[in-house]
């Protein structure tokens, strides 16, 4: 077998799995169980009229079965109701047998690759051997035409459904890689913050009392906005968007500064007003990385400086410490997450040893797209 048709016959059944079946199901077994005596009472003229009647009424069971097995449920129909035909030399001409294309149509909606082969040889088969009772071309060739089309409909709705649920992966994917950025931005920063505190807090603690004290006090103000930030996440993930709590801002920078070492200076210069809300949440983000990672990883950094200047088509960032930073340095997580937040921007961040000591880490990103 050539490439296609292998790869067709090794194709397997559509995913997500299909119902069972529905209320519809029921509603078209009934339906059709009306309308073929009907049929048959109206049109006197159409030969075998009531056997094919009760024949049609027989096999619309196979409906109920025709997602999970569809292609047994093709053949069942269509073998019985082809040799019903040559055996009466005659094709049923009752429209109500239009309801054969809705298992045509569920083989390729939800049949595998091999089922589909198999079903479609079937059809072909039954549609040639009508020649022995209708040789008329038209007859044939509409036939043939009917059948693609109803195939194809089935094929084109099979690879729509399979395009949303890639979509929908997608979706799931962004929101967990946002989740733990979000995560490593927020909880991350104060973690560390409390960590160092209480690494202050061991050294001073048999030394000098009040110095103890405002350890504690500085640990529990990061343990408190810790819990603040995590109780806002998942209202976040819970709450309905009209509640959903409000995106940082460059006012929220003054919040990263501190005395305690390594000191951290905040510097914001321009228009803040004019930032646009995704754009000021992405510089708070970036910079309260970048002074978490110098906190946590500069080693004998004293002070930290964060510059924010905001220009007419830009927002520049710069976030610098004056410890000792190593040169080889593997980019973690919290640098993946700064560059991949500026890239969502169009922008760019650049992280890495400073020319004149200490560690620098460089952001910019455009204002012009994203409205206030």
Excluded at 177 to 206: K, P
Excluded at 241 to 261: E, F, I, K, N
């Amino acid at each position: 077998m050539t490439s296609p048709v292998r790869a067709l016959w090794a194709a397997p059944a559509a995913a997500p799995a299909p119902p069972r079946r529905v209320w519809r199901d029921w509603a078209l077994v009934a339906a059709i169980a009306v309308l073929a005596p009907l049929e048959a009472l109206l049109r006197p003229e159409v030969p075998w009229r009531w056997l094919w009647a009760a024949l049609l009424v027989a096999l619309s069971a196979t409906l109920l079965w025709r997602r999970v097995r569809p292609l047994a449920m093709l053949a069942i129909a269509f073998t019985i109701g082809t040799g019903f035909g040559l055996a009466t030399a005659g094709e049923p001409q009752l429209y109500t047998t239009a309801y054969f294309l809705v298992l045509l149509y569920s083989l390729f909606r939800w049949g595998s690759g091999r089922a589909i082969v198999v079903g479609g040889l079937l059809v072909v088969t039954g549609i040639l051997l009508s020649l022995v009772s209708s040789p008329a071309p038209a007859d044939i060739i509409g036939g043939i035409a009917v059948a693609v089309a109803t195939g194809t409909l089935g094929v084109a709705f099979r690879w729509r459904s399979r395009a949303r649920a890639r979509e929908l992966d997608q979706a799931r994917l962004a929101e967990r890689m946002q989740l733990a950025r979000d995560l490593h931005d927020t909880v991350a920063h104060h973690v560390s913050a409390i960590a160092i505190q209480a690494q202050a807090g061991a050294l001073v603690a048999a030394t000098d009392q009040q110095a103890t004290i405002g350890v504690f006090q500085a640990i529990e103000t990061e343990a408190s906005r810790t819990l603040r930030e995590m109780r806002a996440m998942v209202g976040v993930l819970r709450a309905d968007a009209a509640v959903l709590a409000p995106t940082p801002s460059l006012g929220d920078l003054s919040s990263l500064a501190t005395t305690a070492p390594p000191e951290v200076a905040v510097r914001v210069q321009g228009e803040a007003d004019a930032v646009p809300a995704a754009v000021a949440a992405t510089v708070f983000r970036i910079a309260q990385e970048a002074v978490t990672n110098a906190r946590r990883h500069a080693r004998d950094a004293r002070r930290v400086a964060v510059d924010v200047r905001v220009d007419a088509d830009a927002v520049l960032v710069e976030v610098r410490d004056d410890g000792v930073a190593a040169a080889s340095a593997v980019p973690g997580f919290g640098i993946r997450g700064m560059q991949e937040r500026a890239a969502l921007l169009g922008g760019s961040c650049v992280a890495g040893p400073a020319a004149e000591g200490g560690w620098l880490v460089t952001a910019s990103l455009p204002k012009a797209g994203w409205s206030a």
